[in-house]
Nanobody
Framework: QVQLVESGGGLVQAGGSLRLSCAAS????????MGWLRQAPGKERDVVAA????????YYAVSVKGRFTISRDNAKNTVYLQMNSLKSEDTAVYYC???????????????WGQGTQVTVSS
């Protein structure tokens, strides 16, 4: 069992930046692939960015490539999502998730945080 707690969401103007953090507890964090997913009202939950257990492989959705950066610190049991050049279409609830065999597969993640709201005003 892995418990995940997100923080860092909020309201930001278009063009601004936010950094999300996800603290994990429970089983060995470094064993798990980690992902950030988001869900906007009326839309499906999609993988925004993901990182494998060692940090050696990452995945980014096309819509965020070049603007978002995922990283992890296995010593601190934490994964981060740095979001730059935010757009109104980035507005969503962002979820931290763990343990998908395929980084890009939203259905593969077995553990989820409670989510944090990110609102980008234009």
């Amino acid at each position: 069992q892995v418990q995940l707690v997100e923080s860092g969401g909020g309201l930001v103007q278009a063009g601004g930046s936010l950094r999300l953090s996800c603290a994990a507890s429970g089983r060995t964090f470094s064993n798990y692939n980690m992902g950030w997913l988001r869900q906007a009202p009326g839309k499906e939950r999609d993988v925004v960015a993901a990182i494998n257990w060692s940090g050696g492989s990452t995945y980014y959705a096309v819509s965020v490539k070049g603007r978002f950066t995922i990283s992890r610190d296995n010593a601190k049991n934490t994964v981060y999502l740095q979001m730059n050049s935010l757009k109104s279409e980035d507005t969503a609830v962002y979820y931290c998730a763990a343990d998908s065999p395929r980084l890009s597969d939203p259905e593969g993640y077995g553990y989820w945080g409670q989510g944090t709201q990110v609102t980008v005003s234009s």
